[in-house]
């Protein structure tokens, strides 16, 4: 099977298995246990998928399946673990996960994101000949970082009357920690903005194709064009800012995974830059939204009745977890651990 009916039909079967999973739990277990333990998953899997070229040394020469199952079970001893001392050490060891663990779990993922694409690893990669080894510092170092920001600008006083409300586990941080949330994932929007373009305009300056250069501005761009789709959105529209994150960045980045991961990029593969990435943009727009809207229709059906907007925003919150804590992780476990198997035929790697 060929791309782009490649790609359609692993996406269609993996969406299906996605939605079966997401219906075994209800929305309680859904919304807390779900969240958290695919959130511990998902850092470890980009750097498997990123750092490792899903294909380290020690799994290389093994055939599919082997080689994909060898790499999801990695993946989930090392997420587990990980999940475990989060568990403790940011979540007070409460059980089921608090709002405050999650909202942690779900930014470390934007903070794996920026230093395993945006700053390619450095400088781990640079410092450690092996991906392996350079990729679990990494990780370490994306735990690091991503408490030392949580503790500067997550805020959950607004949650005091909440049973499971501790003074102690709060960060009391700068900024309401919903609204951050929103401001990380709007802000990794622009990441994967740039991915359409094949980096364009940066690759016409080879000074700034360098790392920590390419890190330093694609994060600034970021920042700066997250900041102005989030004042569009939530300040100037008056949005409420979970309704905001399932309307345009959680949409945006699932279909991007679709239309890069899945499809290999191959739709406008014909067309130049900067052309290309305008097209890739507005299929991953078009994509995105559609299959949000799709998922919307049936979460009666598979979780059941969900109420949406504040105060509680279940609905915009099972709607972000089906699409980019679930299904999002699904696919790049076919796509790249398996390489679409039995899909698609085995190549060298």
């Given at each position: 099977?060929?791309?782009?009916?490649?790609?359609?039909?692993?996406?269609?079967?993996?969406?299906?298995?996605?939605?079966?999973?997401?219906?075994?739990?209800?929305?309680?277990?859904?919304?807390?246990?779900?969240?958290?333990?695919?959130?511990?998953?998902?850092?470890?899997?980009?750097?498997?998928?990123?750092?490792?070229?899903?294909?380290?040394?020690?799994?290389?020469?093994?055939?599919?399946?082997?080689?994909?199952?060898?790499?999801?079970?990695?993946?989930?001893?090392?997420?587990?673990?990980?999940?475990?001392?989060?568990?403790?050490?940011?979540?007070?060891?409460?059980?089921?996960?608090?709002?405050?663990?999650?909202?942690?779990?779900?930014?470390?993922?934007?903070?794996?994101?920026?230093?395993?694409?945006?700053?390619?690893?450095?400088?781990?990669?640079?410092?450690?000949?092996?991906?392996?080894?350079?990729?679990?510092?990494?990780?370490?170092?994306?735990?690091?970082?991503?408490?030392?920001?949580?503790?500067?600008?997550?805020?959950?006083?607004?949650?005091?009357?909440?049973p499971w409300y501790k003074a102690s586990i709060d960060p009391h941080g700068m900024f309401n920690g919903v609204n951050a949330q929103v401001f990380?994932?709007?802000?990794?929007?622009?990441?994967?903005?740039?991915?359409?373009?094949?980096?364009?305009?940066?690759?016409?300056?080879?000074?700034?194709?360098?790392?920590?250069?390419?890190?330093?501005?694609?994060?600034?761009?970021?920042?700066?064009?997250?900041?102005?789709?989030?004042?569009?959105?939530?300040?100037?529209?008056?949005?409420d800012p979970m309704g905001f994150l399932i309307s345009g960045p959680i949409p945006f980045i699932f279909g991007t995974i679709v239309l890069l991961?899945?499809?290999?990029?191959?739709?406008?593969?014909?067309?130049?830059?900067?052309?290309?990435?305008?097209?890739?943009?507005?299929?991953?727009?078009?994509?995105?939204?559609?299959?949000?809207?799709?998922?919307?229709?049936?979460?009666?059906?598979?979780?059941?009745?969900?109420?949406?907007?504040?105060?509680?925003?279940?609905?915009?919150?099972?709607?972000?977890?089906?699409?980019?804590?679930?299904?999002?992780?699904?696919?790049?476990?076919?796509?790249?651990?398996?390489?679409?198997?039995?899909?698609?035929?085995?190549?060298?790697?």
């Amino acid at each position: 099977m060929k791309q782009p009916a490649l790609g359609i039909v692993s996406t269609v079967l993996i969406m299906a298995v996605s939605l079966g999973v997401i219906s075994l739990f209800d929305f309680p277990t859904f919304g807390s246990w779900v969240i958290f333990v695919m959130a511990s998953i998902i850092p470890m899997e980009i750097v498997i998928g990123v750092t490792w070229g899903a294909n380290p040394g020690f799994v290389s020469s093994q055939p599919q399946p082997l080689k994909g199952i060898l790499l999801v079970l990695v993946n989930i001893v090392i997420g587990v673990i990980v999940g475990g001392i989060c568990h403790a050490v940011v979540g007070g060891g409460i059980a089921p996960p608090i709002p405050i663990l999650v909202l942690f779990g779900i930014v470390s993922v934007v903070v794996t994101f920026w230093l395993a694409i945006m700053f390619g690893g450095w400088p781990f990669t640079s410092l450690i000949k092996s991906p392996v080894g350079a990729g679990l510092v990494m990780l370490a170092a994306v735990y690091i970082i991503n408490y030392l920001l949580f503790r500067l600008f997550f805020d959950f006083s607004f949650m005091a009357g909440a049973p499971w409300y501790k003074a102690s586990i709060d960060p009391h941080g700068m900024f309401n920690g919903v609204n951050a949330q929103v401001f990380y994932v709007t802000a990794l929007t622009f990441l994967f903005v740039l991915l359409h373009f094949d980096l364009w305009p940066f690759t016409s300056s080879p000074a700034v194709m360098k790392q920590p250069v390419l890190g330093s501005v694609w994060t600034l761009l970021a920042l700066v064009l997250g900041a102005l789709a989030y004042y569009i959105g939530v300040t100037t529209m008056g949005m409420d800012p979970m309704g905001f994150l399932i309307s345009g960045p959680i949409p945006f980045i699932f279909g991007t995974i679709v239309l890069l991961n899945m499809l290999h990029n191959s739709l406008f593969a014909k067309f130049s830059q900067p052309l290309k990435g305008v097209l890739n943009c507005i299929a991953a727009a078009v994509i995105g939204v559609l299959l949000a809207k799709m998922y919307g229709a049936v979460a009666p059906v598979v979780t059941g009745v969900l109420k949406p907007g504040p105060p509680t925003n279940d609905f915009e919150i099972w709607l972000a977890t089906a699409l980019l804590g679930v299904t999002f992780p699904f696919l790049i476990f076919f796509a790249e651990f398996f390489k679409m198997w039995p899909l698609a035929k085995a190549k060298p790697e």
